[in-house]
């Protein structure tokens, strides 16, 4: 089978790209990370794992759609199958979306659909629940509301901090994303209709 062709996007740490990197998914070929932050700690990362680096600094465009232009001509020219946002602290146009519609997926730490936004383990604290999680998802044009492909459970403590929640997260956040990329570079997923799609079964 052919190597999927990705391009991870990121604007910090990058330890989902750190999982993505130590999957060594033999169907997957990493093109490119591309960062918004010049100092985001995830291209040290890529450097080290020999992927090469893009910085396209969203402070350096006039508005959304011209850095969102210069993003997709940096990814298009990776020829990328499949865009993974891994800590991409940006809000992507319609248009941007629409170009990679079926082939643009993020991970957000929550189960969707509680908890959008930021500080999603300090909503779950003060809501009370007792399960939290992460979700990855397609990407479609309303912020973390794509079709969900693929969630990761984690239980709740009474005593949680913010700290201790995030990190138990985090650890399923890396052992659910290269998971879903490697169903795509099997070609076993995709989006039809906003509706995930893992071996023609409806995901839901
Ligand atoms: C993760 O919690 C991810 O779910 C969210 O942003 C964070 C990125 O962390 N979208 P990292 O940069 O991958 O370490």
Redesign the pocket.
């Given at each position: 089978m052919e190597k999927l062709a990705i391009v991870v996007l990121?604007?910090?740490?990058?330890?989902?790209?750190q999982a993505i990197i130590d999957a060594a998914d033999p169907l997957v070929d990493i093109r490119a990370v591309i960062s918004n932050r010049p100092h985001a700690q995830?291209l040290h990362i890529a450097t080290q794992a020999g992927i090469p680096c893009e910085i396209i600094d969203h402070t350096q465009f006039a508005n959304r759609d011209t850095f969102d232009t210069a993003l997709q001509n940096c990814i298009d020219h990776y020829q990328a199958q499949l865009v993974v946002?891994?800590?991409f602290m940006r809000i992507l146009t319609p248009d941007f979306i629409q170009h990679y519609a079926g082939r643009l997926i993020?991970?957000?730490?929550s189960l969707l659909p509680a908890f959008k936004g930021l500080h999603t383990h300090r909503q779950a604290l003060q809501a009370g629940v007792t399960e939290h999680g992460?979700t990855v998802h397609f990407v479609t044009p309303e912020l973390d509301s794509g079709a969900p492909i693929l969630q990761g459970r984690v239980p709740v403590y009474p005593d949680d901090t913010e700290e201790q929640l995030a990190q138990r997260?985090?650890d399923i956040?890396h052992q659910i994303y290269p998971q879903v990329i490697h169903w795509f570079a099997e070609q076993r997923l995709y989006l039809q209709a906003q509706t995930a799609y893992l071996d023609n079964k409806p995901i839901n």
């Open positions: 990121i604007s910090g740490r990058g330890s989902n790209l995830g946002l891994a800590g993020n991970i957000h730490p992460a997260v985090l956040e």
